[in-house]
């Protein structure tokens, strides 16, 4: 087996609401990663809900992050979405407000 890829990955839940919030954090992460004296060699994953994934997808691309972060879904979407890399699941919301189990994905 391989070397396991590390990742610091930001599920974002239902906290973020809109596109503006979406670019509130984004900015203020991208703020504090360039007042760092050293860049960070762990790739950022973004986890917004569904109904962002188009808008923070486009966010990612015009943001000076986009080098070293990714847009991650809370669960598989229906929709193609552009530089979608990421899902979690088994996302613990999706387990308590659905009933899903460990059976319906594996």
């Known amino acids: 087996m391989g ?3 590390k990742l610091i990955i930001s599920n974002w839940k239902d906290y973020i609401q809109t ?3 979406a670019r509130e954090i984004l900015d203020g ?3 504090y990663l360039e007042s760092l004296s050293e860049t960070i060699d762990i790739p950022l994953v973004f ?3 569904n ?3 188009i808008s923070v997808s486009e966010l990612l ?3 000076h992050l986009a080098h070293n972060a990714f847009l991650g879904s809370q669960d598989i979407p229906d929709i193609k ?3 979608l890399r990421y899902a979690i699941l088994g996302h613990s ?7 899903e189990t460990d059976s319906m994905y594996w």
């Open 93 to 99: 919301s999706r387990r308590y407000n659905l009933g």
């Open 81 to 83: 979405v552009d530089g």
């Open 3 to 5: 070397k396991k890829e």
């Open 47 to 49: 986890c917004p809900k």
């Open 19 to 21: 596109e503006i919030q």
């Open 51 to 53: 109904d962002l994934l």
């Open 61 to 63: 691309k015009k943001s």
């Open 29 to 31: 992460i991208n703020d």
